[in-house]
């Protein structure tokens, strides 16, 4: 599906991403986890042509996506509110984006009306515009968009940080149903560990612009991530003994 | 802590990206600004002179006093429109351990630092020691300034008032905008009245009596003490933000454009984004406004049909330039998703074309009374129309593709920089002067009928010509695409 090669993205003499060979299979679930400022987003904007690299080439189904749009056709996308037109109430953005890909009102509406679990009557039919919602309601309407277009490839960054838990919990089983059930290739990126090693297959570890680990998930990986974003603080039981020492004293 | 304050706002006024990084537009601004007051410097130096041109019967002392009071109403007017809230600044501060006073007064002190406060010195401050001054004495001179200080600080808190009002409950405003229009129309039309005379009874009277000035210093004292009362028990964020109070938003549709498909689909949501947005809607208020331009023109017989054009241009295309010298900057906010979502480039252009021929055939309507300076005026408008629609726009969009600046839609419009820079300065220029490059030189060998008529040829061939400027449009924006899509991510 995605074939990354050389890729260089240097903001000033920084190298915010350096991947020199990647490749995404169809039907891959793929979760990309590192700490702020590891390169995650700028990889994403780059998949998606908003950035132009310094160097290297991505293909998507064996075209070059950079100055290409056929992509666009198979490849849905929320990364921030920047993607959501924030004037328009849900109801008409969601109605605009099916009518790009040639879905009609009833179309969208039979959608609209399979995420009403996911929704939680909190978007459709409120009165508000976008810009009025909350990050997290922003964030639902991101989502529900991307599923409307019926992508083969859909990409989120960071879901989960501003939804609440039991939408955490839906939006894992939409995504593990979307990758298992119709076969759709997802890369997320997150922050909560537990939940990329629930719903990803493979975990890109990535450390200044760097993929350090390529991991198939298994039952040791959510531990392994542990280990790596847990350092200095060995999580042992000395310290805790110490103070039971100093209380029984 | 006063002190940090001041050195907060003074980072966030030299570091806000709406302060215009470009010299230029510094420059212009300064220039502006300037020129602004130089005119009510002027018409305070020259006080005494319009005076009497226009009160020729009476006393100079005498008109002064009548209108000092009739400004001040005017001044009230204005402030609601146009002077900002000093609002949400102090959110950051709001939770730290700092007290209530001290904000509150900081909050109402800098309200002081207003450019309209600076208005009535500037215009009463001549005359008052040209005139009064060496008529009267100093006392009397010394009164009336304090006098004008106490009505300014008075209008300057009821202004704020009001405005915070009018953000709670938009009927204030409304309510307080039909109380002040009553109050013109009843001393000037239906002669209940007189507030000239009120004026004169007032400041006639601290001629004699200098001592009565400490009744303005006094109000001005109160509606502070009053504006501070408000403000500190009012110190919340939903009572402090510029927001209006939420109504229930319903989709809407826009029929005629549903027919074009995707093209219209970007159109409708154009126009949506025109209309509730505050800055792009007092774009389109302003383009309203240039409908009057032929009341100027038209009925000036000096301005012959050179001018015509000009007028004709700006009343059809007022939108087009007005609005479009900001584009792609109105979309900045969601412009990454325009990129990434399933829509071409030449169908992004061809909704532009779309609403600006909405526009200027809507406009082109709307100036057909007109007619009643003659039927060659309808021509120019139609010609003129028939240009802009053809090459306007295609000369705005090429600078769009060039404007890097992206522009917050929930400021509002009034002395707003954000977004303004060498690209919109350019722009006005070749947009005014081309249609005088093809007209004038015809127009100097008695042949403007011949202009015009080359005018109108170039607008229909640039109509039918479109689908090529659309590909040289589209070849520019793919190599320009990436540093847009980044000058709008700054924010």
Request: charged share 15%.
């Amino acid at each position: 599906m995605i074939e990354i090669k050389n890729l260089k993205k240097i903001y000033g003499n920084v190298t915010v991403v350096d991947i020199p060979q990647l490749s995404i299979a169809k039907g891959e679930s793929v979760g990309l986890v590192g700490n702020n400022g590891a390169g995650k987003t700028t990889l994403f904007r780059m998949i998606l042509d908003l950035i132009l690299p310094e160097s290297g080439e991505i293909t998507s189904n064996g075209e070059i996506v950079a100055g290409h749009e056929h992509w666009k056709a198979y490849t849905a996308s929320y990364l921030d509110e920047g993607f959501l037109i924030e004037y328009l109430t849900p109801e008409e953005y969601l109605y605009f984006i099916g009518g790009l890909h040639q879905q009609s009102r009833a179309q969208v509406d039979e959608t609209l009306t399979a995420l009403g679990d996911f929704f939680n009557g909190e978007i459709l039919n409120r009165g508000k515009y976008i810009r009025d919602l909350s990050k997290g309601n922003q964030c639902k309407v991101g989502v529900a968009s991307c599923l409307l277009q019926n992508p083969q490839l859909l990409m989120l960054d960071e879901p989960f940080a501003n939804i609440d838990p039991s939408t955490q919990f839906r939006l894992k089983n939409m995504l593990k149903d979307a990758n298992k059930s119709k076969g759709v290739t997802t890369i997320v990126s997150s922050h909560d560990l537990n939940h990329i090693t629930d719903v990803c297959d493979r975990i890109l570890l990535m450390e200044k612009g760097v993929i350090i680990k390529d991991i198939a998930t298994s039952s040791s990986t959510l531990s392994e991530l542990e280990d790596y974003f847990g350092v200095g603080q060995t999580v042992g039981a000395t310290p805790v003994v110490k103070i039971d020492e100093e209380e029984n004293h | 802590m006063i002190s940090t304050f001041i050195r907060h706002e003074l980072k966030a006024f030299w570091r806000s990206k709406n302060t215009g990084k470009s010299i230029a537009v510094r420059v212009v601004m300064i220039f502006l600004i300037l020129y602004l007051f130089g005119c009510i410097l002027l018409a305070g130096i020259g006080m005494d002179k319009i005076l009497e041109i226009a009160f020729p019967n009476d006393d100079l002392v005498k008109s002064f006093c009548g209108i000092v009071l009739i400004y001040f109403l005017f001044d009230l007017f204005m402030r609601l429109q146009l002077q900002e809230l000093p609002t949400l600044r102090v959110q950051p501060y709001l939770h730290l351990p700092i007290k209530r006073n001290t904000l509150v007064g900081y909050l109402a002190i800098t309200a002081v630092f207003s450019m309209f406060n600076l208005w009535p010195f500037l215009l009463f401050l001549p005359f008052i020691f040209k005139i009064i001054a060496p008529d009267s004495g100093i006392i009397v001179a010394l009164a009336f300034v304090v006098a004008i200080v106490g009505i300014s600080v008075f209008n300057n808190y009821l202004a704020l008032y009001l405005k915070r009002k009018s953000n709670l409950n938009g009927w204030v405003f409304l309510i307080t905008a039909a109380v002040l229009i009553l109050i013109v129309i009843a001393d000037f039309w239906w002669h209940f009245y007189s507030l000239h005379n009120i004026s004169y009874a007032f400041f006639g009277r601290l001629l004699t009596m200098p001592i009565l000035a400490i009744i303005p210093a006094l109000l001005g004292i109160v509606m502070y003490y009053f504006n501070f009362l408000y403000l500190k028990q009012n110190l919340y964020l939903e009572t402090l933000t510029a927001r209006k109070v939420k109504i229930y938003k319903s989709n809407t549709d826009i029929p005629f454009l549903s027919r074009f498909g995707t093209i219209g689909d970007l159109a409708a949501n154009e126009i949506k984004l025109v209309f509730r947005n505050k800055r792009s809607r007092s774009s389109l208020i302003i383009g309203l406004f240039f409908m009057f331009y032929g009341l100027i023109f038209y009925t000036n017989k000096s301005l012959g049909q050179g001018w015509y054009l000009f007028a004709g241009m700006y009343m059809t295309g007022a939108f087009v330039v007005n609005y479009g010298q900001f584009m792609f900057g109105w979309q900045a906010s969601h412009f990454d998703g325009i990129l990434v979502s399933k829509i071409t480039f030449s169908d992004f252009v061809k909704a532009k074309y779309l609403l600006f021929t909405t526009v200027s055939v809507i406009s082109f309507v709307l100036t057909i009374p007109y007619v009643y300076f003659g039927w060659h005026v309808l021509l120019v408008h139609f010609v003129m129309c028939v240009w802009n629609i053809g090459v306007t726009t295609t000369i705005v969009l090429f600078f769009a593709n060039r404007n890097f600046k992206r522009i917050d839609l929930s400021k509002s419009g009034t002395m707003n920089w954000e977004g303004v820079g060498a690209s919109q300065l350019l722009l006005t220029l070749p947009l005014i002067l081309t249609p005088y490059i093809i007209y004038t030189p015809f127009a100097v060998f008695k042949h403007p009928d011949i202009g015009l008529a080359l005018l109108a040829a170039t607008g229909f061939i640039a109509i039918l010509t479109r689908n090529y400027w659309i590909k040289q449009l589209e070849a520019d924006y793919y190599s320009k695409r990436y540093r847009i899509a980044e000058g709008f991510r700054n924010k």
